[in-house]
């Protein structure tokens, strides 16, 4: 079966760090363009960034991109996201798509992450 799992969402405090995984089956990872979005409630989706499948660079969207950053373990066929200084305004649903060279895009659940005192 192809799909992908998000784990690692939970509730922290603000100020705190979290790392969130991403891991594939079915496919293999390693030949995809990987991507973390979030969704708040009753907000649309937002990009946060994404890692080519060379993964030396990744491309983190500006307004996360001094607390946020992405990497890939391609022998773990999984992606991280690791998000720090948290506050709860990035209390959301957090997603990773899979955007393969052949066939279509593939989505992840999603994991909540709260961010609450």
């Known amino acids: 079966q192809v799909q992908l799992v998000e784990s690692g969402g939970g509730l922290v405090q603000p100020g705190q760090s979290l790392r969130l995984s991403c891991t594939a089956t079915g496919f293999n990872l390693g030949t995809s363009v990987m991507s973390w979005y979030r969704q708040a409630p009753g907000k649309g989706r937002q990009l946060l960034g994404y890692?080519?499948?060379?993964?030396?660079?990744?491309d983190i969207l500006e307004f996360v991109k001094d607390r946020f950053t992405i990497s890939r373990d391609n022998g773990k066929n999984t992606v991280y996201l690791q998000m720090s200084s948290l506050t709860p305004e990035d209390t959301a649903v957090y997603s990773c798509?899979?955007?393969?060279?052949?066939?279509?895009?593939?989505w992840g659940q999603g994991t909540q992450v709260t961010v609450s005192s």
């Open positions: 798509k899979a955007s393969r060279p052949a066939g279509r895009d593939i």
């Open positions: 890692i080519t499948t060379g993964g030396d660079s990744p």
